[in-house]
């Protein structure tokens, strides 16, 4: 279609900042294209074992409990299969992640969706995960901060969710892809830095949201040594090793890209506030998200499903936004705005959506 403004895909809209970009050239031009090893550089291993110490305040060590994978979606699939024996349960909150639900099933595990509502900014309760655990829950999914909804979990609430996984022998499977992406004074608070949490966590995060490096496809895993010898196995046998060039690219990002994370949060905060006040002021209701890049307002005022809503914005206004209900079933009413475009894209698809809501 012709003049569509695409409010839909969470990709950043930055250029891969130049100094990476240019640690991968010079990696090439120097021939540096064989594989590395299974595991990733150990110079890389390393540079996440710093920077998660010195971000979130969590210790592991380069040689054992790192892993480098291709994207954080590879270290998602691996955890899962590494863990789940058929007939295991998954839980999952939701909305989330449009990838959780099938890797769980191919896997051979059960699935079991808990539903978040704005009535609690899209959190997962102890309450509702006490409710939902049976003798053969398994794994617990922690998708915060989240994708589509932008909530994040405070410590005291981490806290108690953390005491019920002890107390049911649960493991955890922390994606952190957004943790950089955090707009709270709190910060972001690692799952595995809880009490009792570190041996039971897998923590998995990468390149792509933090650093704009989404096409590079790194992500890395990071838990306790045997979960990730068993991970090891299956990258090795399915992947062989992540990209060369992105993994030299990857190290200058984690050595020398702190204020590149800086810059783009920034300003990701500031389109934050722009479209959450935008969408409220023509009337779709939406709560303030307080992490990753999107907002979750609701369309229930206009009478349209989730997908009715979607599809005759685009048809009639050239906006595309993405249908709640791709989220899971507790999604509907609801849509996905990504907010990692430019505040002009922003302010003309706000100005859209007003006359389009105006026409309904």
Known sequence: MEDVISLSVGEPDFHTPWHIREAGIESLEKGRTRYTPNRGFIQLRQEVS????????????PESQVLITVGGSEAIDLCVRS????????????????????????????PVTIETGP??????????????ITERTKLLIMPYPNNPTGAVM????????????????????????????TYTQEGHICFSSLPGMMERTIVVNGFSKAHSMT?????????????????????????????????????????????DMAYMRGQYDMRRRLIVDGLNEIGLKCFEPKGAFYVFPSVKSTGLTSDEFCERLIYSKQVAVVPGSAFGPCGEGFVRISYCYSVKHITEALSRIRAFLEEL
């Open 154 to 181: 405070e410590r005291e609430e981490l806290l108690k969710i953390a005491r019920v996984v002890e107390k049911h022998n649960l493991l955890v499977l922390s994606d952190e892809i957004y943790a950089a992406l």
């Open 119 to 132: 009535e609690n900014g899209f959190k997962l309760t102890a309450k509702e995960l006490e409710a939902h």
């Open 215 to 259: 096409g590079w496809r790194l992500g890395y895993a990071a838990g306790p040594r045997e979960i990730i010898s068993l991970m090891v196995k299956l990258h090795q046998f399915a992947i062989m090793s992540a990209p060369t060039t992105s993994q030299y690219a990857a190290i200058e990002a984690l050595k020398n890209g702190d204020d």
């Open 83 to 110: 863990l789940i024996t058929p007939g295991d349960e998954v839980l999952i909150p939701e909305p989330s992640f449009v990838c959780y639900v099938p890797i769980a099933q191919m896997a051979g595990g059960v």
């Open 50 to 61: 710093s920077f998660l110490s010195r971000h979130y305040g969590v210790e592991y060590e």
